[in-house]
T-cell receptor
Framework: DAKTTQPNSMESNEEEPVHLPCNHS???????IHWYRQLPSQGPEYVIHGLTSNVNNRMASLAIAEDRKSSTLILHRATLRDAAVYYC????????????FGTGTLLAVQP | GAVVSQHPSWVICKSGTSVKIECRSL??????MFWYRQFPKQSLMLMAT?????????EQGVEKDKFLINHASLTLSTLTVTSAHPEDSSFYICSAISQDTEAFFGQGTRLTVV
Protein backbone atom coordinates (compact mmCIF):
# COMPACT_ATOMS: atom_id res chain seq x y z
CA ASP A 1 0.00 0.00 0.00
CA ALA A 2 1.24 3.47 -0.86
CA LYS A 3 2.41 5.51 2.11
CA THR A 4 1.21 8.94 3.23
CA THR A 5 3.11 11.57 5.21
CA GLN A 6 1.37 14.04 7.50
CA PRO A 7 2.60 16.51 10.10
CA ASN A 8 2.37 15.07 13.60
CA SER A 9 0.40 18.00 14.94
CA MET A 10 -1.13 21.33 14.00
CA GLU A 11 -2.86 24.12 15.84
CA SER A 12 -5.70 26.34 14.79
CA ASN A 13 -7.88 29.03 16.26
CA GLU A 14 -11.60 28.61 16.51
CA GLU A 15 -13.61 29.88 13.52
CA GLU A 16 -10.53 30.10 11.32
CA PRO A 17 -9.87 27.86 8.31
CA VAL A 18 -7.54 24.90 8.71
CA HIS A 19 -5.48 23.32 5.95
CA LEU A 20 -4.23 19.84 6.76
CA PRO A 21 -1.59 18.63 4.29
CA CYS A 22 -0.84 15.11 3.17
CA ASN A 23 1.95 13.91 0.91
CA HIS A 24 1.57 10.71 -1.07
CA SER A 25 4.29 10.78 -3.68
CA UNK A 26 4.02 7.04 -4.48
CA UNK A 27 0.28 7.13 -5.18
CA UNK A 28 -0.86 4.91 -8.03
CA UNK A 29 -3.49 5.67 -10.63
CA UNK A 30 -6.21 3.65 -8.91
CA UNK A 31 -5.57 4.90 -5.37
CA UNK A 32 -8.37 6.85 -3.75
CA ILE A 33 -7.49 9.47 -1.13
CA HIS A 34 -9.54 9.12 2.03
CA TRP A 35 -9.68 11.33 5.12
CA TYR A 36 -10.97 10.10 8.43
CA ARG A 37 -10.80 11.68 11.85
CA GLN A 38 -10.81 10.20 15.31
CA LEU A 39 -11.93 11.92 18.47
CA PRO A 40 -10.53 10.66 21.78
CA SER A 41 -11.83 7.22 22.79
CA GLN A 42 -14.03 6.92 19.72
CA GLY A 43 -13.89 5.05 16.44
CA PRO A 44 -12.80 6.97 13.33
CA GLU A 45 -15.33 9.03 11.43
CA TYR A 46 -15.42 9.45 7.65
CA VAL A 47 -14.66 12.97 6.49
CA ILE A 48 -14.21 12.93 2.73
CA HIS A 49 -12.60 11.06 -0.14
CA GLY A 50 -11.61 11.71 -3.74
CA LEU A 51 -9.73 10.38 -6.73
CA THR A 52 -8.64 13.22 -8.99
CA SER A 53 -10.97 16.18 -8.73
CA ASN A 54 -11.44 18.43 -5.72
CA VAL A 55 -14.36 17.42 -3.54
CA ASN A 56 -16.67 19.31 -1.22
CA ASN A 57 -19.13 18.06 1.36
CA ARG A 58 -20.81 19.46 4.44
CA MET A 59 -17.83 18.67 6.63
CA ALA A 60 -14.85 19.72 4.57
CA SER A 61 -13.20 20.20 1.20
CA LEU A 62 -10.49 18.08 -0.34
CA ALA A 63 -8.02 19.72 -2.67
CA ILE A 64 -5.99 17.26 -4.74
CA ALA A 65 -2.82 18.36 -6.52
CA GLU A 66 -2.78 17.99 -10.27
CA ASP A 67 -0.08 15.31 -10.08
CA ARG A 68 -1.97 13.66 -7.17
CA LYS A 69 1.19 13.46 -5.10
CA SER A 70 -0.30 15.58 -2.36
CA SER A 71 -3.66 16.66 -1.05
CA THR A 72 -5.06 19.07 1.50
CA LEU A 73 -8.05 18.70 3.76
CA ILE A 74 -9.70 22.03 4.35
CA LEU A 75 -11.93 22.74 7.33
CA HIS A 76 -13.52 26.06 6.47
CA ARG A 77 -14.24 27.22 10.03
CA ALA A 78 -12.69 25.20 12.79
CA THR A 79 -14.70 24.56 15.92
CA LEU A 80 -13.63 23.04 19.21
CA ARG A 81 -15.40 19.85 18.15
CA ASP A 82 -12.99 19.53 15.23
CA ALA A 83 -10.10 18.79 17.58
CA ALA A 84 -9.13 15.24 16.62
CA VAL A 85 -6.52 13.11 14.89
CA TYR A 86 -6.94 13.38 11.14
CA TYR A 87 -5.83 10.48 9.00
CA CYS A 88 -5.03 10.66 5.29
CA UNK A 89 -5.24 7.18 3.79
CA UNK A 90 -4.77 5.74 0.32
CA UNK A 91 -6.90 2.80 -0.68
CA UNK A 92 -5.88 0.83 -3.70
CA UNK A 93 -8.27 -0.62 -6.22
CA UNK A 94 -11.45 1.24 -5.39
CA UNK A 95 -13.34 3.31 -2.95
CA UNK A 96 -14.07 0.52 -0.50
CA UNK A 97 -10.85 -1.40 -0.10
CA UNK A 98 -9.23 -1.92 3.29
CA UNK A 99 -7.86 1.15 5.04
CA UNK A 100 -4.34 1.14 6.49
CA PHE A 101 -3.94 3.95 8.99
CA GLY A 102 -0.76 5.98 9.36
CA THR A 103 0.09 8.19 12.31
CA GLY A 104 -2.18 11.08 11.34
CA THR A 105 -2.18 14.74 12.37
CA LEU A 106 -3.34 15.77 15.82
CA LEU A 107 -5.29 18.98 15.37
CA ALA A 108 -5.65 21.25 18.38
CA VAL A 109 -8.23 24.04 18.18
CA GLN A 110 -7.80 27.01 20.49
CA PRO A 111 -10.81 29.06 21.58
CA GLY B 1 -24.46 8.24 7.81
CA ALA B 2 -24.80 4.54 8.45
CA VAL B 3 -24.50 3.19 11.97
CA VAL B 4 -22.11 0.51 13.17
CA SER B 5 -22.50 -0.57 16.77
CA GLN B 6 -20.05 -2.46 18.92
CA HIS B 7 -20.86 -4.32 22.10
CA PRO B 8 -19.68 -4.10 24.76
CA SER B 9 -18.17 -0.61 24.91
CA TRP B 10 -15.78 -1.75 27.58
CA VAL B 11 -14.98 -5.03 29.28
CA ILE B 12 -12.69 -6.19 32.06
CA CYS B 13 -11.75 -9.84 32.16
CA LYS B 14 -9.42 -12.11 34.06
CA SER B 15 -6.26 -13.38 32.49
CA GLY B 16 -6.81 -16.70 30.74
CA THR B 17 -10.46 -16.16 29.93
CA SER B 18 -12.01 -15.43 26.53
CA VAL B 19 -13.90 -12.33 25.53
CA LYS B 20 -16.31 -11.86 22.62
CA ILE B 21 -16.86 -8.49 20.97
CA GLU B 22 -19.77 -7.94 18.60
CA CYS B 23 -19.91 -5.58 15.64
CA ARG B 24 -23.26 -4.88 14.02
CA SER B 25 -24.21 -2.79 11.02
CA LEU B 26 -27.60 -1.46 12.07
CA UNK B 27 -29.03 -0.02 8.88
CA UNK B 28 -27.16 -1.58 6.00
CA UNK B 29 -25.81 -4.93 4.91
CA UNK B 30 -22.05 -5.04 5.24
CA UNK B 31 -20.30 -7.11 2.62
CA UNK B 32 -17.02 -6.72 4.44
CA MET B 33 -16.05 -5.95 8.01
CA PHE B 34 -12.63 -5.08 9.37
CA TRP B 35 -11.17 -5.42 12.84
CA TYR B 36 -8.55 -3.03 14.20
CA ARG B 37 -6.60 -2.73 17.42
CA GLN B 38 -5.32 0.52 18.87
CA PHE B 39 -2.87 0.92 21.74
CA PRO B 40 -2.67 4.20 23.69
CA LYS B 41 -1.26 7.11 21.68
CA GLN B 42 -0.82 4.90 18.62
CA SER B 43 -2.65 4.59 15.33
CA LEU B 44 -5.13 1.89 14.39
CA MET B 45 -3.60 -1.40 13.33
CA LEU B 46 -5.59 -3.58 10.96
CA MET B 47 -5.95 -7.09 12.34
CA ALA B 48 -8.17 -8.86 9.84
CA THR B 49 -10.66 -8.57 7.01
CA UNK B 50 -13.88 -10.49 7.28
CA UNK B 51 -16.32 -11.34 4.50
CA UNK B 52 -19.74 -12.80 5.23
CA UNK B 53 -19.77 -16.56 5.05
CA UNK B 54 -16.06 -17.02 4.52
CA UNK B 55 -12.93 -17.26 6.63
CA UNK B 56 -11.30 -14.06 7.76
CA UNK B 57 -8.04 -12.89 6.23
CA UNK B 58 -5.55 -11.98 8.90
CA GLU B 59 -2.78 -9.41 8.61
CA GLN B 60 0.78 -10.54 9.05
CA GLY B 61 1.70 -11.08 12.68
CA VAL B 62 -1.88 -11.48 13.92
CA GLU B 63 -2.55 -14.90 15.45
CA LYS B 64 -5.70 -16.32 13.93
CA ASP B 65 -6.10 -18.91 16.70
CA LYS B 66 -6.00 -16.21 19.34
CA PHE B 67 -8.27 -13.72 17.62
CA LEU B 68 -11.22 -15.69 16.30
CA ILE B 69 -13.41 -13.87 13.83
CA ASN B 70 -16.85 -15.01 12.78
CA HIS B 71 -18.95 -13.22 10.16
CA ALA B 72 -22.11 -15.30 10.00
CA SER B 73 -24.43 -12.67 8.55
CA LEU B 74 -24.32 -9.45 6.58
CA THR B 75 -24.98 -7.44 9.71
CA LEU B 76 -22.89 -9.15 12.38
CA SER B 77 -19.23 -9.97 12.90
CA THR B 78 -17.69 -11.13 16.16
CA LEU B 79 -14.14 -11.04 17.45
CA THR B 80 -13.23 -13.44 20.24
CA VAL B 81 -10.00 -12.86 22.11
CA THR B 82 -9.12 -16.31 23.44
CA SER B 83 -7.05 -16.91 26.56
CA ALA B 84 -6.63 -13.20 27.05
CA HIS B 85 -3.53 -11.83 28.73
CA PRO B 86 -2.70 -8.32 29.97
CA GLU B 87 -0.80 -7.55 26.76
CA ASP B 88 -4.08 -8.02 24.86
CA SER B 89 -5.53 -5.01 26.69
CA SER B 90 -6.33 -2.52 23.96
CA PHE B 91 -9.02 -0.58 22.13
CA TYR B 92 -10.65 -2.82 19.53
CA ILE B 93 -12.51 -1.17 16.67
CA CYS B 94 -14.54 -2.64 13.84
CA SER B 95 -15.58 -1.09 10.57
CA ALA B 96 -18.09 -2.15 7.97
CA ILE B 97 -18.49 -1.37 4.30
CA SER B 98 -21.05 -2.10 1.64
CA GLN B 99 -20.84 -1.77 -2.11
CA ASP B 100 -19.53 1.66 -3.09
CA THR B 101 -19.73 3.18 0.37
CA GLU B 102 -17.11 4.58 2.66
CA ALA B 103 -16.16 2.63 5.77
CA PHE B 104 -18.28 3.15 8.87
CA PHE B 105 -16.64 2.53 12.22
CA GLY B 106 -17.99 1.30 15.51
CA GLN B 107 -17.44 3.26 18.68
CA GLY B 108 -14.77 0.83 19.85
CA THR B 109 -14.45 -1.65 22.71
CA ARG B 110 -11.93 -1.07 25.45
CA LEU B 111 -10.62 -4.40 26.74
CA THR B 112 -8.73 -4.57 30.00
CA VAL B 113 -7.27 -7.90 31.04
CA VAL B 114 -6.33 -8.17 34.71
Amino acid sequence: DAKTTQPNSMESNEEEPVHLPCNHSTISGTDYIHWYRQLPSQGPEYVIHGLTSNVNNRMASLAIAEDRKSSTLILHRATLRDAAVYYCILSRGGATNKLIFGTGTLLAVQP
Amino acid sequence: GAVVSQHPSWVICKSGTSVKIECRSLDFQATTMFWYRQFPKQSLMLMATSNEGSKATYEQGVEKDKFLINHASLTLSTLTVTSAHPEDSSFYICSAISQDTEAFFGQGTRLTVV
